[in-house]
């Protein structure tokens, strides 16, 4: 079976699982052929994504992300408000904390206790889809943590403006593919003092959010910048954007390098615990996202498409799966791989 959002059905297809409403009532049963008045029948509910039998003559369609409409109009207002408020222009920061709030109201209606990592990311636009990320990561993470809605707001507010320092770093500098050259990267690590006394000389944010500008870099070892503060000398807001500002950063491809794979990510999060990131933050961070959830199409190192089938949640990069093969007369399933007794195969594309 395969998850696809529900704009892509279409009629023919066989519901691999029963479709319910928000108020858990049946709305179509587990095995039905979909047709037309079913399929225009979801369009009135609250109906996101659907299961399907999809080794039917379909397109390998995967499910766009649970916020793309609300991370899309956060997305372009935090453009307009980021270089206003970067030239300090305080009226924008109501705004700021109204695209927060959206944010938050609909994390926190989320009933779902694991998220699907590739529902929060977007990619379209670095500089404002990493900061819009971030906070959405941040602020899952939080709330997984156990962080009071007062709180969420804070770690939100920090990390949607964890970069704004970065205002006042040349863009050549930025945008440079190159190595840096040592002052080219002092000038970088600068734009956490920057964003703080930027943020503090407009009396903007708590000293808890602004914390999370400031020491973003820190490392639990005591080897980040700006301060070289070590273990709970850290703010924990800022621990916590730690780890989803990297997560994000090598995830996502850039001018100096193409992305990381999930599975690499998730793997240098967990080798550097306890030296760069909080081990608990961390433990956290993979215990609240389903890094390949159940039916998400992926790519092999050998080449081969497979659909995951379960999501391992002791060994997070190595689910099970079940090879896949595209013929003339539609998809056909091949054998079920274990991950975590195939050494020489990992995922190094997922498909959304």
């Known amino acids: ?79 307009k408000s980021f270089h206003r408020l970067a030239e300090k222009e305080n009226t924008e920061f109501k705004k700021i904390e109204n695209l927060v709030e959206e944010i938050l109201s609909e994390i926190l209606d989320n009933k779902k206790l694991l998220i699907d990592l590739t529902e929060v990311r ?6 404002f889809e990493h900061s819009v990320n971030v906070c959405i990561l941040a602020m899952i993470l939080g709330k997984a943590i156990g962080y ?19 205002v006042g770093v040349d863009e050549e500098i930025l945008k440079k593919s190159q190595r840096l050259t040592d002052g080219e990267y002092g000038e970088i690590k600068r734009h956490t003092t920057k964003g703080y006394e930027l943020v503090k000389s407009l009396d903007l944010l708590c000293e808890d959010s602004r914390r999370i500008i400031r020491d973003h870099h820190e490392w639990v070892n005591g080897k980040g910048y700006p301060k070289g503060l070590r273990g709970k000398e850290i703010h924990p807001f800022a621990r916590i954007v730690a780890i989803c500002d990297q997560f994000d950063a090598l995830s996502t491809d850039r001018v100096y390098r193409k992305a990381w794979s999930f599975s690499d990510v998730v793997e240098y999060l967990i080798a550097y615990q306890g030296e760069i990131f909080d081990s608990n933050f961390v433990q956290a961070f993979l215990q609240s996202f389903e890094i390949y959830l159940e039916g998400r199409l992926i790519e092999l190192s050998s080449g081969k498409s497979a659909v995951v089938r379960k999501f391992n949640r002791s060994f997070h990069t190595r689910p099970m799966i079940q090879i896949i093969q595209k013929e003339a007369k539609g998809i056909i399933e091949r054998e079920f791989l274990d991950l975590t007794k195939i050494h020489n195969e990992k995922i190094i594309k997922v498909y959304h």
């Open 1 to 79: 079976m395969l998850r696809i959002r529900k704009e892509s059905l279409k009629p023919g297809m066989r519901l691999a699982k029963p479709i319910f409403t928000e108020e858990d009532q049946l709305l179509i049963h587990k095995g039905e052929v979909l047709k037309g008045p079913f399929i225009d029948r979801m369009k009135n509910y609250e109906v996101k994504e659907v299961y399907i039998d999809w080794h039917h003559k379909y397109p390998l369609e995967i499910m766009e992300g649970i916020i793309q409409d609300t991370r899309n109009q956060v997305k372009e207002q935090f453009k």
């Open 122 to 127: 977007s990619t379209d636009n670095y500089t």
């Open 148 to 166: 009071s809605k007062k709180n969420l707001r804070k770690i939100g507010l920090g990390a949607l403006l964890h970069d704004i320092g970065k």
